[in-house]
């Protein structure tokens, strides 16, 4: 099986890792010529507790010149896994998707299907809207990872992944999606096909939705948002506002969530959550995905969103070039 991963950060690299040490043809499409050099050279180190385990060969092209170069039209692939934070997607990325796919169609001219990890929403509209012929898939991770330097990951947790068609659909399982099940957990990934995988992405939205944006502005790790008295009310208000926003937009509830996002601040409670870590990089976070995003399904609604626009505009002022 060849799989192409479109972006080398955190969970690109943790996933291509994993997959090709299990005997998977990777390719790591990255950003920069650079990176991909050092992957090329080096592959990926992967650390897994506290030890560096194992250092992984993996092919490596910068996305712009393996679309640039015609002869990659041979080199067909079963799966494109697009693993670039939100901000990223943009007109430009689209468009170079939208040749990659063409370029990776398979021998018998099926469309290579698109996995897409992005946190928030929004995300899976663009893609279809660019691409209407290709069959789309939602993925939501659990895995902890984070990105150590341009060619080190490091597995911070286990957790599973659940892919689901997208939108939506009752589709008997293709031998396509076996196969890449089957892949997967010969990898030691734990993974689902859903076909509720709607139902999850707004369920991780309400989570990153809470502790994403109050973990930056406070300037704290996951486990220390909720220990403050002060800030735990902020979390709760806010959570309160973004459930009843998503269960108008059709999350259907699971159980206390309240609870849930508790349960998570103490799983992770040393992880710092990725937009603390990407306003302390200066790097563009997934607030406008996150928080925006609920503020948009608010409006679509005619409902209130106070406390998700009071976070979207404080993470602007602290980090304006965020
Ligand atoms: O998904 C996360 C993130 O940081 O984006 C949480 C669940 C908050 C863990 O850090």
């Known amino acids: 099986m060849k799989i192409i991963i479109v972006g080398a950060g955190a969970l690109g690299l943790l996933y291509g890792a994993r997959l090709a040490r299990a005997g998977v043809d990777i390719l790591m499409l990255t950003y920069s010529d650079n990176q991909a050099e050092q992957l090329n050279k080096e ?10 385990v194992s250092r992984i060969p993996v092919k490596a092209a910068s996305l712009r010149s393996y679309i640039a170069d015609a002869g990659q039209a041979q080199e067909k692939c079963d799966w494109i896994w697009l693993a670039v934070k939100q901000a990223h997607l ?6 170079q998707l939208a040749v990659l796919v063409k370029q990776a169609k ?13 946190n928030g929403i929004g995300h899976m509209d663009k893609l279809r809207a660019a691409m209407p012929q290709v069959p789309l898939y939602a993925a939501v991770t659990t895995e902890g990872a984070l990105r150590v330097d341009s060619n080190t990951v490091h597995h911070t947790g286990s957790g599973s992944i659940m892919l689901g068609i997208w939108p939506r659909s009752d589709e008997i399982t293709s031998n396509r999606q076996n196969l890449l099940l089957k892949t997967m957990e010969g ?10 995988v709607e139902n999850r992405v707004f369920h991780k939205l309400l989570i990153n939705a809470v502790i994403n944006p109050l973990t930056a502005i406070f300037d704290v790790r996951n486990g220390d948002l909720p220990l403050d008295p002060q800030r735990k009310r902020l979390m709760e208000t806010l959570h ?3 459930e009843q926003i998503l269960l108008a937009a059709g999350m259907v509830s699971e159980g206390d969530s309240w609870q849930r996002v508790l349960q998570i601040c103490e ?17 563009v976070t997934e607030v406008d995905w996150i928080n925006g995003g609920i503020v948009s ?22 980090h304006p070039n965020t």
């Open 90 to 95: 943009d007109e430009s990325m689209l468009a």
């Open 106 to 118: 398979t021998s018998n001219a099926e469309e290579t299907p698109i996995v897409a990890l992005q």
């Open 240 to 242: 309160t506002e973004s």
């Open 187 to 196: 990898a030691g990934i734990e993974a689902y096909l859903s076909n509720e």
């Open 43 to 52: 592959g990926i180190a992967l650390i897994e507790g506290e030890n560096l």
């Open 297 to 318: 399904l608010a409006r679509k609604l005619g409902k209130p969103a106070p406390m998700n626009e009071a976070v979207l505009t404080m993470i602007k002022a602290l």
């Open 267 to 283: 799983a992770t409670a040393r992880n710092e959550s990725s937009m603390l870590r990407d306003v302390q990089a200066s790097r």
